[in-house]
Every structure is written in C-alpha cells, then in structure tokens.
C-alpha cells in the first residue's frame, strides 16, 4: 500500500506541475493514462461503477468526481481538484489535492490553506484508542472556525485489497452516532471536501459530477494513512 500511494503522490506532483491557464483537463488524463502505463498499474477508478476516467479532475464549484474535457480549459484564478488511485498487487492507494491556477483571491487561497491543514488536523487523531469521531471533530471544528462549510454528502473511507472498505469517515460529527475504536493496522483515506458557502451539493446530469447547490468553491485534499502503534503514517507521500 505504501507503494501504491507513492505512486499517486508522484502522478499528482506531475499533474500539479503542469497547472496553467490555457490547459484543457483531458490533459491531466493522458497523463494518468500514460504513467498508469508506464509503471505497470491499474487505475482505481476506470471502471469503477461505471465511471469513465482514470481520474477524477474537479474545477472550481466541482466538490469531486469530475470528468476531465477537452472542453474544459483551466482560466487564471481558477482552483482545480484531482482525485487519483491506483492498484499496485491488488492493494489501493488514494490521494487528492487542489491546485491553484495562476494567481487566485485572497479568499480562495485561504480555502485551499484551511482545507489542507484540516486534512492534517484530521490525521493527527488517528492513532490506537482514539475513537473515529475524533478524526471527524478535528476536521469540524478547524473548517468551521473559519467559516467555511464542510460537505456532508461525501465522507472518507477504509482503503487496502479493495478501493472503499469500512470504516465512513465523516468530515464532520454525526448525531446518534457511537462511531468505532481506531486500532493500529487500519488504513484510512482521510479527505476533507470544504466549500466557501453551504455545504449542499448537487450531481449533475452526467450522473457524477458533484457541485456545490450555490454554485461556490469548493477544495479537497486525501491521504491514505495508516493507523499505527507509533502514530499515524502517511502512505500518500512521493520520498
């Protein structure tokens, strides 16, 4: 699993460094394509449920799950989000960051900071004998004191031999909820989704891409992270 979200982080570290205004999406997608290729790896997403890229390419009110274009073309002050997994010996790695392009407001950097750090917030919890919950407080509570909405719709997820496994992990608390008891050996995919406004989404008519309900940004970041005795490690790193 380190293998396979070392991976990821390096196809993501490419796609970033080809963020620029002018470039269309399905760029980002030939490069999935062809480093999928070239490393010998399958992409966790073709296919899965049907979805029909390797990567999930998000701009701007796009919370997750967009579908890169050739239409599509990135403008200055635009944020955009990718989502990539891969299968390496039938063990998952996920990751996901948002880039900015070019330059960007003030206020869209600031989502971008806060979302980032509360993936950070969040995995800083996630060793033995904390509850899960405590992963979805630290994000909660970071996101929502700068006042920025965190979606419900879409949550984390257990990640090893298969892409989604046990347990949900909320970005937020849960009422009614007990939660379950963080154990070393788990790994979790960690990824905070924040919007500048509500935190309402809709699909649109493609059937998976996920907006924001007021049409505002919205940034995502993931790591795949194991739970251990000495504390949390995460896979989703390139080194």
């Given at each position: ?215 505002k940004l919205s940034a995502h970041f993931e790591h795949s992270v194991a739970v ?12």
């Amino acid at each position: 699993m380190r293998e396979a979200n070392r991976i990821v982080s390096r196809i993501l570290d490419e796609l970033g460094e080809n963020v620029k205004p002018g470039v269309p999406t399905i760029l980002f997608e030939e490069i999935c394509q062809a480093r999928c290729k070239e490393l010998n790896v399958r992409p966790a997403f073709m296919g899965y449920q049907g979805f029909p890229f390797a990567l999930c390419c998000s701009v701007n009110e796009e919370i997750v799950h967009g579908f890169p274009s050739k239409e599509r073309i990135l403008q200055e002050g635009d944020i955009v989000s990718f989502d990539m997994g891969v299968v390496y010996k039938g063990f998952f790695g996920d990751s996901a960051r948002t880039f900015a392009v070019g330059n960007v407001s003030p206020e869209t950097k600031k989502l971008m900071d806060v979302t980032r750090e509360s993936l950070y917030k969040g995995i800083e919890q996630a060793v033995p004998g904390n509850n899960l919950y405590d992963i979805s407080a630290a994000i909660q509570s970071y996101v929502e004191g700068f006042g920025f909405g965190i979606v419900r719709r879409f949550v984390g997820h257990g990640i090893g031999s298969h892409l989604h496994e046990k347990p949900e992990i909320p970005n937020f608390i849960p009422k009614g909820m007990s939660g379950v008891p963080l154990k070393a050996g788990m790994v979790l995919a960690i990824e905070p989704m924040v919007t500048v406004g509500s935190y309402e989404v809709e699909v649109l008519d493609d059937n998976w891409t996920a907006v924001t309900k007021d049409r505002k940004l919205s940034a995502h970041f993931e790591h795949s992270v194991a739970v251990t005795s000495d504390g949390p490690r995460i896979l989703s790193l390139s080194d």
